[in-house]
């Protein structure tokens, strides 16, 4: 068993190319890490002949089935708490983090029990800051970023993202790890409001992630994911005595699924999308939570 140090945590799927420059910004780390494990998710793609030939001395997790990005956080936590390590540092297989990252989060481990930086997206610094709405079960993200406006260096959060969040060890000790029903979409942000509650999660003014491409336009997945999972936060908000009021929670939701028809209705796939936000919405309403019904 490892007692302390640092363990990245990179969950990956059928995204080899992106994976190989992930690994190599992680490998670049002005402090280096103590071991990098790769989670993968069921790939098929190739990934793993990849790592053995690239990335022969890399750890891995090979999971039997792909259960999502919050599947993968969850097993590749649990695999580095359980080997003792006092920091996972976890995220997708599709950013890169910049060379001094670590060392800068590092500099700020005795304000904070989750850290996380600034990212950068392809068209420009990503707006993150945000507010919870609990009665719609979800954030609500700033037209501006205003935290670091006058000087601040670390603002406190109440939630956070899985893309290159650094985590403590006691916070998994207090809240567990993260829930694997969510799929993909709202595991972390669900996360990170339970872990403010416990301990300390901080924003730092420093661009430290690099996203190495554009925010995903919606489809399927995330029309049904987007929707479904509002209502597993909504339970999870009211099992840790947010009083959500559950009238106003329901009329958030349908007035969410108004505005996704919407949306579906001007994509290319109108009708394939539509079903997804009343599947969506029916599973949500029935508490079917997990892989949707079609992967």
């Not at 080899?16 to 910004?25: A, E, F, G, H, Q």
């Not at 297989?93 to 001094?100: A, G, K, M, N, S």
């Not at 009665?135 to 406006?149: D, H, I, K, P, Y």
């Not at 994911?225 to 349908?254: C, K, Q």
């Amino acid at each position: 068993m490892t007692k302390g140090g640092i363990c990245a945590v990179v969950v990956t799927y059928n995204r080899k190319d992106l994976l190989r420059n992930c690994l190599r910004s992680l490998l670049e780390q002005t402090r280096p890490l103590d071991l990098i494990v790769v989670v993968d998710n069921a790939c098929s793609d190739g990934t793993g002949a990849m790592l053995d030939a690239e990335f022969p001395n890399l750890a891995r997790l090979n999971l039997q089935n792909n259960s999502g990005g919050a599947g993968g956080f969850k097993a590749g936590i649990q695999w580095a708490h359980c080997r003792g390590f006092e920091w996972m540092w976890v995220m997708d297989d599709d950013i890169r983090v910049t060379p001094d990252c670590l060392e800068t989060m590092l500099q700020y481990q005795d304000v904070g029990d989750i850290i996380q930086t600034r990212k950068m997206m392809p068209d420009g610094p990503l707006v993150w800051q945000a507010i919870w709405d609990v009665s719609a079960g979800g954030v609500l993200t700033l037209e501006r970023e205003t935290a670091f406006e006058h000087g601040r260096k670390w603002f406190p959060v109440q939630y956070c993202n899985f893309e290159g969040a650094f985590i403590r060890r006691c916070v998994i000790d207090r809240i567990g790890f993260p829930d694997e029903r969510f799929f993909i979409s709202g595991d972390d942000t669900a996360y990170g409001l339970l872990a403010s509650m416990h301990a300390s999660v901080i924003y730092i003014d420093h661009i430290g992630i690099v996203k190495q491409i554009p925010a995903a336009t919606m489809g399927r997945n995330a029309f049904y994911l987007h929707m479904r999972n509002r209502f597993l936060t909504y339970d999870i908000l009211r099992e840790n005595g947010v009083p959500v009021s559950r009238g106003y929670f329901l009329l958030n939701a349908f007035r969410l699924a108004a505005t996704y028809l919407g949306l579906a209705l001007r994509t290319g796939k109108p009708w394939l999308n539509t079903a997804a936000v009343v599947e969506g919405l029916r599973d949500g309403l029935h508490r079917r939570f997990g892989r949707p019904p079609w992967l």
